[in-house]
């Protein structure tokens, strides 16, 4: 029992071990890892210019509460910016999570938590500095996270396996450069309006306002578009350029089928989503908002959402919303409705009457009640026109009682020259969104009389050439004009100035007006001062000035009273000056000059310019002055009247140029002449095209010499043990601009056996250089039984020359052999006499003095050479006993048989390969 009682608690402290292991696991992935998880509805980025180059960063997380894990909520997220034009890295930026607020219902009481979404705002604020952020086609940011609710209806959406059908959202958002043309640039993304936490119901009119504001009033352009998925199915994807694949519509369900409603999801060019669902789900889209200013598209943003759809609104039926004139009896006006105003009558007069009325404030269900409320909203126009309603425009009706409200409209028209149209909007409170009537009124309101303003008899000072309505005056003229404007009203007036492109001031066009001003009259008077000494004309000669004038009326309509002035100089000639080298005679060559240099070589010329008609101040430079310090190149700026004169010299050395590189150059030589009276710009230019060639040089030359004799590319034979030496000598006949620096290298060194131990150092000099070359060869040399190797030896001698440097190679061949072997059979001697007579003293086989002067013994008798086969080892002398009385290892031993008896004795000689035996008979 007891046994049983200790395994029980064993087996539960394992099962506790399992669950806290598994618990602690699942804690730690939580805290360390962001978790793959159903959890986003959609979201966008923001990007807002706060100054300078400071913007604010925002990304926009929208959360489902209902169907997201807890844990998937990021702390901070990390988002990417590229180029667009190569997809170039350009930064990471961290945003902390820094807000986080539930999306608001517009019927509160209709909530019954089917729909919890909250609102996460990650921010951060960043540079976006012109050094780094001025490419034309902009830059885009971007971040992907996985991943959308797994119960979406009109996409795949589940949770990431092998079948690759899970999806998650890029948050993506095009920006502009920071800087255009050389001036700052200065954008902030659209702001769109915060989404509703409103679901839809089958059959029942949707809508909601995606619409965008603009902080730059740039245009805005909506269009539904395919949700973006994630790069691949992990929680957080590695950071990528793109291209960032679409989400996967399930059957039935497309772009042009995103709920399958009738009528499906669209969304207006006012960015109003409406849609009448059909069948219950949730539904996922996106909206693509392009940017545009001035025509162009600087940006886009994109926004991901989701809706709702389910069976869960009750039975409601729209308010209905009629009008009358206040001259009418009845409201019997619905859906539209027009009503006209003189300008005569009174402001309580200039107004009309709506009724609402709603069938469910007479329904028990509804406990005979509906809140109701009206809108204004302008329809061919946009403006808030607010300030028609009355301060009232909410009530609930009780027992299906109506309601009535007074729209009352302003004296002055919402927009001049015709109608303007609005549409009063009925709501009612029902669920999940309010049913709607609409009344669109076409309303026409005469404006207050009001005379426009005019021109009085305008009066020139002076006579000016006129020509198709353009005033003409030859430079130094003047141009002067009074002109005076009226307004019959006695209306205040006020004045503009419209240049085509130009400041008054720079043109020498003054307008002064006459103070202190009189109440319905403008005086004033325009001067031109066509003085080319004090204002440039250079760039342009022709100017439009328009004095415009309107008046001040109730309304400010009508057209304003505008004179015109279109102005044109003729300005005095000048001559072009001209340009020319001593180069060459030729005319036709006088523009372009071609030339052929070498290295070491100097081109030097002079450069004129000339302006012989006029004598003005001229100017004489080369374009790309730069270049020249580079190339080791002189010509000075030159200054002059009438003519002007600088030389060019260049002495082209190696140092300061790369033929490899580069060995075409073009100077582009021009003068000047911009100090006239009218700051004309004449200039003209000459080409001097000039090629360079590698220097000229002579080929240096190499000799191995052995004693006196050449041996280049020779064979030369030696006896191994024998010493070899040659000399090698080197010249360069090159001695301008100095003698080149030649080196002497042993290029290889080949043969039977790799050549070892030889003697050489590599020298080098200038014009002349020599170094010794030696190697005494020993048997060792002889592999394999094999006694004559042949061996080649490559030199080389190579100068400097710079571009176009030569060399010269020359080859020296050894052959080695072995000391050849003795034909004949070897006959020492047999006797010797150490009698001390001078003759035959001693026994010795090499270098015996000779007893006749006139005999060699040498000659007879001798050792077998040595060769690298057999070698002289030892000689050994016994007596007839058998006993050692003399042992040598020299070749040239000597035996003087001292203490030796006469008699017969043995010698033995040694070699590597044989031996040598025999008698030897000691006489006195």
């Known amino acids: 029992m007891g046994g049983f009682k200790q395994w029980f608690e064993m087996v539960i402290f394992r099962d506790w071990l399992i669950v806290m292991k598994r618990f602690l696991l699942t804690l730690l992935l939580l805290i360390s890892f962001p978790l793959v ?88 604020t960043l540079t976006l500095s012109s050094q780094n952020y001025n490419d034309p086609e902009g830059y885009f940011v971007v971040w992907e996270r996985c991943c959308r609710n797994y119960n979406i209806t009109n ?18 958002l095009e920006f502009p450069p920071v800087v255009k043309n050389g001036q700052p640039f200065v954008n902030s993304s659209p702001r769109l309006f915060p989404p509703l936490n409103d679901f839809a119901c089958p059959y029942r009119p949707y809508y909601v306002d995606f619409a965008g504001v603009d902080d730059d009033e740039d245009s805005l352009v909506y ?131 709506v009724r609402v009325s709603d069938p469910d404030a007479s329904k028990i269900e509804d406990n005979y009640r509906e809140k109701i409320s009206i809108r204004a909203v302008a329809l061919n126009f946009k403006k808030n026109i607010s300030e028609i309603l009355p301060a009232v425009t909410t009530t609930t009706l009780l027992n299906g009682s109506t309601k009535d409200f007074t729209i009352c409209f302003p004296r002055c028209p919402y927009i001049e020259g015709g109608p303007y149209q609005i549409g009063i909007i009925a709501f009612d409170d029902a669920c999940s969104l309010p049913l709607t009537d609409t009344l669109k009124i076409a309303v026409n309101v005469e404006p207050p009389i009001n005379t426009n303003p005019y021109y009085v008899n305008p009066v020139d000072h002076v006579t000016p050439l006129i020509v198709n309505e353009t005033i003409i005056l030859q430079e130094g003229g003047f141009y002067e004009k009074a002109f005076e404007i009226h307004d019959d009203d006695f209306n205040e007036l006020y004045v503009s100035i419209v240049t085509n492109g130009f400041i008054l001031a720079d043109a020498g066009i003054k307008i002064d007006f006459e103070s202190p001003p009189v109440k319905g009259i403008i005086k004033g008077k325009i001067r031109w001062d066509a003085y080319c000494d004090i204002y440039n ?41 001209t340009i020319d080298t001593d180069l060459t005679s030729d005319p036709q060559e006088r523009k372009v000059v071609n030339l052929q240099r070498r290295v070491n070589e100097t081109l030097a010329f002079h450069v004129t310019g000339t302006d012989l008609v006029d004598n003005d101040l001229l100017t004489l430079d080369v374009k790309q002055r730069d270049s020249l310090d580079l190339f080791g190149i002189s010509f000075p700026v030159a200054s002059g009247v009438g003519t002007v004169t600088s030389r060019f010299q260049w002495d082209i050395t190696c140092a300061k140029i790369d033929l490899k590189k580069k060995s075409k150059f073009t100077f582009q030589f021009i003068v000047v002449d911009n100090a006239n009276k009218c700051r004309f710009y004449k200039a003209d230019t000459v080409d001097v095209q000039v090629t360079v060639l590698p220097p000229l040089n002579s080929q240096p030359q190499l000799t191995i010499q052995q004693g006196n004799e050449i041996v280049n590319n020779k064979a030369v034979e030696f006896v191994v043990g024998e010493p070899i030496q040659f000399l090698l000598k080197g010249v360069d006949g090159d001695v301008y601009p100095a003698q080149d620096l030649i080196s002497l290298t042993l290029l290889e060194a080949t043969g039977t056996e790799k050549p070892e131990n030889y003697v050489f150092t590599p020298v080098e000099g200038r014009g002349k250089v020599e170094t010794p070359f030696a190697w005494t060869p020993d048997c060792s040399i002889f592999k394999n039984g094999i006694y004559e190797n042949t061996y080649t030896f490559k030199f080389k001698l190579k100068d400097d020359r710079c571009f176009v440097n030569k060399a010269d190679t020359v080859s020296v061949t050894i052959k080695i052999r072995d000391v050849k ?104």
Not at 294 to 307: N, T, V
Not at 321 to 330: F, Y
Request: with cysteine; aromatic share 12%; charged share 20%.
């Open 37 to 124: 998880a159903s959890h986003i509805v959609g979201g966008e980025f923001e990007l807002i210019h706060l100054s300078g180059s400071t913007y604010r960063l925002n990304l926009i997380l929208y959360f489902d509460q209902i169907n997201g894990a807890p844990g998937a909520k990021d702390p901070n997220v990390t988002v990417t910016i590229y180029r667009k034009k190569d997809n170039v890295l350009m930064g990471t930026v961290l945003m902390p999570l820094s807000n986080e607020s539930n999306v608001p219902y517009t019927q509160p009481e209709c909530s019954s938590g089917e729909l919890i979404t909250t609102k996460l705002i990650y921010t951060s």
């Open 155 to 172: 996409i795949y959406s589940q949770q990431p396996s092998a079948t690759n059908t899970s999806a998650g959202q890029t948050f993506y």
């Open 223 to 353: 269009t539904l578009v395919t949700p973006l998925n994630t790069t691949s199915q992990v929680a957080l994807p590695n950071p990528s350029p793109g291209p960032y694949p679409q989400v996967t519509w399930r059957p039935g369900y497309g772009l042009s089928k995103i709920i399958n409603g009738s009528p499906d999801l669209r969304i207006s060019k006012e960015g109003l989503l409406t849609a009448t669902p059909r069948t219950q789900g949730l539904f996922v889209f996106a909206v693509k908002i392009d940017e545009y200013r001035a025509g162009e598209k600087i940006g886009e943003s994109r926004r991901d959402f989701q809706m709702l759809v389910v069976d869960a609104c009750p039975q409601a039926e729209p308010p209905k919303i009629t009008g009358k004139k206040l001259t009418d009896a009845s409201f019997t006006y619905s859906k539209n409705m027009s009503i006209s105003f003189s300008n005569t009558i009174a402001d309580a007069d200039r107004c009309i009457q």
């Open 537 to 577: 004309f250079t760039n342009r000669t022709g100017f439009q000035v328009k004095i415009i004038a309107n008046d001040r009326d109730l309304c400010d309509f009508g057209d304003p009273a505008t004179a015109t002035f279109n102005f044109a100089v003729i300005l005095p000639g000048n001559a072009s000056p």
């Open 821 to 924: 072997s003795v034909e004949n059979e070897f006959l020492p001697p047999n006797v010797f006499t150490p009698n001390g007579d001078g003759c035959n003293d001693y026994f010795a086989l090499e270098g015996i003095t000779p007893c006749d002067p006139a005999t060699n013994p040498d000659l007879q008798i001798s050792l077998p050479p040595d060769n690298c086969v057999s070698r002289f080892e030892s000689v050994y002398v016994y007596n007839r006993w058998g006993s050692q009385v003399f042992m040598s290892g020299e070749r040239n031993f000597r035996w003087y048989a001292t203490d030796q008896a006469a008699g017969v004795y043995f010698y033995v000689i040694k070699y590597t390969n044989k031996e040598y035996k025999g008698s030897l008979s000691l006489r006195f």
